[in-house]
């Protein structure tokens, strides 16, 4: 056979590393289209001209394009026999990338644990994103369910890794030369700074993006993500096809502009779910919680432990159930560090 | 609150300036995406080489995806809760843009007009865009009318600015450097220079396009253009989104190359109707009739004032009705300058 | 008349060169959008790094896409009142090309015959893509059938040019520098080598897209193709779109990764036939047979020949009727060399 299935859940051994295909070089092109696909505003991501006046050489690509082109390369090695995908942590955003560097990615198996149902697992893998330098770019840890191939495959010694649920806002790596002394407020479109958030506030972000099939489909082929699911129409009854959940974390992000105009980088990911599927024809809402503030080891430059949720409908701030269930229009709970003025 | 409703009639004081938000920086992908949205193609904004056989450095940003960038910017501070964009005017280029510049926007209040039903008003704003030297790019006039927030809110002292209706073509920019003595018409793909159009003559376009939900949104999330009811479906019974007025200025000058390909350059902006609302699923065509020439402050360009007239549908150069009042099928009838070879 | 509304079949004579409006430069931005509209994977075309290490000074445009640009030139002066589309031949790349250079193109008339019906006839043209600095670096021929504007015109004299049909291995073009040693098949997908394929052999390579609209309208612009029945929904009464071969020859060869990974240059067309229309909502299949293999003159390099086909259903490798017919469901039949590791 020349094409390639997929992996099965026996087929992961613990330790073992994976050298994921294809090298991304990415740029003006990606950049732009992000652009286009969500509505995008953050000013270090918008203009050259504001990220030097951040001390910065130019304007950086996106901190969330660059775990999109880091996770689409998994796809193949890990998730195309996925059931689910349950869960992150531990990402870090370690440098910057700039247009015209190349991304590759690999992930270490870290953990496996085959369901008491003996049809499917769970598989637990660190994921490294490098630049054309060797250097990490970022690095996180994913956990998805994978199918069994083979039914009597013998189940692995089960090996649970210990995550630390949440980045101490210590871990999180400040990009090199950021300095926001000289940061303008106007341009950057809002006022509020790291002091005007309090541990508990919620946000509505108030706007709403209906989501079409090719917008979704354009974005994902863009990670060179290659899950089916997401492409093919003739997998599902009723002819919709499920949207990549990392399109629904840029939709939200972009949309939390209004509000969090001055969140300007993504430097940490404590944990997520994709707790209901999106489709085309969903109009996609967002809110936000802070959950924590913390200085970092750079003067003026803060962090915000941010909750952002997607939802399809319904009520903001509404989350779970009484029985501690996601609420059926909820699509996204996100837990991620940002950087913000002091 | 974090998040900005966006302003009202009574926020609006003559003299004012308002500093708009995000700068961005626009290049080779903004570009790209900008043929991909439209079917452009006008010499100029294709190729380089041609650029430089015209005495460019390079190939420039088209016209009017500056203007979109520039217009994208003052929305949340103008138009948010507009209730209709009433007109343009004296909308001048004044400089070229390059891939890598970097633009901003700034708007000051030139006109406030209460109307008699109390509720809402028409603010006039002068919008200047600038690169990232500071250099002035492109300024116009749009006036809009906007709801009141607080109705008992008392009526500012009416202004309404003196607009001269049409720019005259010595007021016209011409570009530095431009120069058409090597003009190759065969590749710019028609042979008809200035003195081939006559004032009165009326060209069909001949070409449709029919509109998607997913293009009008890219197109108008990559001008960071965030007004709601382009993107958000649920704010209409019939689930389509308003399509952005820009969007139906730019598909009609693109079609517009058939019968117009030597028009390269849109140097002034006389005024614009957006006279009925455009929707997904319409198919566009454009017609245009030659208002006015000139001759210009440089040797061998020459100007033609143009009608551009977008339609979803009825026979082609038909406007108005006995009346005076558009016919339902118009959609755009804007009037501009364009530089040709004289 | 200032608008152009194509060549009739008796425009053409034998001999003519069409010089092509309108040159166009492309690069990072075309780059984007290739693969947001394909799921494009090969390594050669996505990673600059990945390039270096083949010997190449960066990643080169993507091979379809530089057909298509050039393609996209011809049609208002080749096929805007064209019945079909009937074949290609003898297509070469000669050159690769890069971000940033400037394509242009120009065809010689080399065959002509009326049919019987008197109605229409069909047109043989030799297109040649050059870049700015005027090399050559892509020709093909093209036959198509085309309308007669006037019936009475006279036939032409029948010539029918001799078109070898398949390119020999000896013909093929090896680009500048290429170098497989150092070739790196983990980050480029999949291990097969030329070695690895047979003569005979047959891939299906499983993955399935569905098509939007607004995705094959958006890559036919950006090649700047202008055949209205891409575009205009009022053309046919059940509002579909005909969509652009050269849409479906991306797709086809991009979903060929799986399975062919290591194909990583298309280097000759020995023809194609577009078996049916394919219209938005067909989720389009590609499964592909090794029909030659060759050593090229250049040690390391192998070259493939290979039938791929596209559909938009039905089971893999069924092409035919028992007629010769090719079945509803084929869309694509494309013929083309491709080079490999050795």
Request: include cysteine.
């Given at each position: 056979?020349?094409?390639?299935?997929?992996?099965?859940?026996?087929?992961?051994?613990?330790?073992?590393?994976?050298h994921?295909?294809?090298?991304?070089?990415?740029?003006?092109?990606?950049?732009?289209?992000?652009?286009?696909?969500?509505?995008?505003?953050?000013?270090?991501?918008?203009?050259?001209?504001?990220?030097?006046?951040?001390?910065?050489?130019?304007?950086?690509?996106?901190?969330?394009?660059?775990?999109?082109?880091?996770?689409?390369?998994?796809?193949?090695?890990?998730?195309?026999?996925?059931?689910?995908?349950?869960?992150?942590?531990?990402?870090?955003?370690?440098?910057?990338?700039?247009?015209?560097?190349t991304?590759?990615?690999?992930?270490?198996?870290?953990?496996?644990?085959?369901?008491?149902?003996?049809?499917?697992?769970v598989?637990?893998?660190?994921?490294?994103?490098?630049?054309?330098?060797?250097?990490?770019v970022?690095d996180?840890?994913?956990?998805?369910m994978?199918?069994?191939?083979?039914?009597?495959?013998?189940?692995?010694?089960?090996?649970?890794?210990?995550?630390?649920?949440?980045?101490?806002?210590?871990?999180?790596?400040i990009?090199?030369?950021?300095?926001?002394?000289?940061?303008?407020?106007?341009?950057?479109?809002?006022a509020?700074?790291?002091?005007?958030?309090?541990?508990?506030?919620?946000?509505?972000?108030?706007?709403?993006?209906?989501?079409?099939?090719?917008?979704?489909?354009?974005?994902?082929?863009?990670?060179?993500?290659?899950?089916?699911?997401?492409?093919?129409?003739?997998?599902?009854?009723?002819?919709?096809?499920?949207?990549?959940?990392?399109?629904?974390?840029?939709?939200?992000?972009?949309?939390?502009?209004?509000?969090?105009?001055?969140?300007?980088?993504?430097?940490?990911?404590?944990?997520?779910?994709?707790?209901?599927?999106?489709?085309?024809?969903?109009?996609?809402?967002?809110?936000?919680?802070?959950?924590?503030?913390?200085?970092?080891?750079?003067?003026?430059?803060?962090?915000?432990?941010?909750?952002?949720?997607?939802t399809?409908?319904?009520?903001?701030?509404?989350?779970?159930?009484?029985?501690?269930k996601?609420?059926?229009?909820?699509?996204?709970?996100?837990?991620?560090?940002?950087?913000?003025?002091?």
């Amino acid at each position: 056979m020349k094409t390639f299935a997929g992996r099965y859940f026996e087929d992961y051994r613990i330790g073992e590393t994976l050298h994921h295909a294809v090298p991304r070089t990415i740029g003006a092109g990606e950049r732009a289209l992000y652009h286009a696909l969500y509505p995008a505003r953050t000013a270090l991501q918008s203009s050259d001209a504001f990220a030097q006046s951040c001390g910065l050489p130019a304007s950086p690509m996106d901190d969330l394009a660059v775990f999109h082109v880091i996770f689409g390369k998994t796809v193949p090695d890990v998730s195309l026999n996925a059931v689910a995908n349950l869960g992150y942590a531990q990402g870090r955003w370690h440098r910057l990338v700039w247009p015209g560097d190349t991304l590759s990615s690999r992930s270490e198996v870290i953990g496996l644990k085959q369901n008491s149902n003996g049809k499917s697992g769970v598989v637990y893998v660190r994921t490294e994103g490098r630049n054309q330098h060797g250097d990490l770019v970022m690095d996180y840890v994913r956990w998805v369910m994978v199918r069994k191939g083979n039914l009597d495959a013998p189940a692995p010694e089960t090996l649970i890794p210990e995550l630390p649920g949440v980045l101490s806002a210590r871990d999180l790596i400040i990009p090199e030369g950021l300095d926001f002394s000289g940061y303008d407020f106007t341009l950057a479109g809002e006022a509020h700074r790291w002091g005007d958030y309090e541990v508990g506030e919620v946000i509505d972000h108030v706007d709403g993006v209906t989501v079409e099939e090719a917008e979704h489909m354009m974005a994902t082929r863009l990670w060179q993500n290659t899950s089916k699911v997401h492409f093919d129409a003739t997998l599902r009854e009723d002819g919709r096809r499920l949207i990549y959940g990392g399109h629904v974390i840029s939709l939200a992000r972009a949309l939390s502009f209004n509000g969090l105009a001055n969140a300007q980088l993504i430097v940490g990911l404590n944990g997520g779910a994709h707790a209901n599927p999106c489709f085309a024809g969903m109009t996609v809402k967002a809110w936000s919680e802070v959950l924590d503030r913390a200085e970092t080891s750079v003067p003026g430059i803060g962090a915000l432990r941010l909750r952002l949720v997607a939802t399809s409908g319904g009520a903001p701030f509404a989350l779970k159930d009484a029985a501690g269930k996601y609420l059926p229009e909820v699509l996204l709970d996100l837990d991620y560090w940002a950087l913000i003025p002091l």
